[in-house]
């Protein structure tokens, strides 16, 4: 009998293995710059699945059209830990999203900020693996963007961490932003 169980345990085991998805490797992904900002608020930006391939990344696609994830502790995390003072604007379509002056390094391997430094961020309740977690999407294209934990203990003045995924996000130095009212525009894919 035992003989049977182990032959019947590896038999599914190989199945298990053969039927994981194939991961791509988005190691060398980095947070574009974008440099020039254009000065009026954004409307709601809606495009087909198709229109979304063709102006967006591989692991940009994958992370803001799919709710997937970034790995952690990549290229991206440590690009992010050294950029200086700038706004981060939505990938997808430009929407300014958050501030360096509201980022931490939460050590999490992913992009932190303790709150959104616009109304551009709407939060949702995602219950894909199980449990309820509150996720961060943009407020003009709908993309997923990450989650958002609470009382976590950081040393911050909200207690949360927004955990964003850094290739939804463009980066703009603050020498490259000359008011607070501007707005940011995603660059057009090469």
């Given amino acids: ?3 049977f169980f182990f ?8 199945i298990v293995l053969i039927a994981q ?6 190691s060398n992904a980095v ?10 608020p954004l409307s709601e930006v809606k495009k087909s699945d198709e229109e979304w391939q063709q102006v967006l990344s ?3 696609y994958h992370v803001l059209r799919k709710a997937g994830t970034e790995p952690p502790n990549g290229k991206i995390y440590q690009q992010f830990k050294t950029q200086g003072e700038g706004v981060y604007y939505c990938a ?3 929407a300014e999203l958050f501030s360096s002056k509201e980022k931490f390094d939460s050590g999490s391997g992913w992009p932190s900020f303790y ?3 616009a109304e551009n961020i709407k939060l949702d309740i995602d219950q894909k ?4 977690r509150v996720e961060i999407r943009c407020n003009k294209c709908d993309g997923h963007l990450g989650h958002v934990f609470e009382g976590e203990g950081f040393q911050t003045p909200t207690d949360q961490r927004y955990c964003v995924n850094g290739v939804c996000l463009t980066f703009s130095p603050k020498e490259d932003v000359s008011t607070s009212e501007k707005k940011g525009a995603a660059p057009t894919k090469k």
Avoid: H, N, W
Wanted: with cysteine; net charge negative.
């Fill in 7 to 14: 032959t019947l345990f590896i038999a599914s085991l190989t």
């Fill in 129 to 132: 693996i199980g449990y309820k």
């Fill in 92 to 94: 997808g379509c430009g």
């Fill in 21 to 26: 998805p194939t991961r791509t490797d988005y």
């Fill in 1 to 3: 009998m035992q003989p």
């Fill in 58 to 60: 591989p692991i940009e």
């Fill in 115 to 117: 709150a959104p430094s």
């Fill in 31 to 40: 947070i574009r710059e974008v440099k020039d900002a254009p000065d009026q």
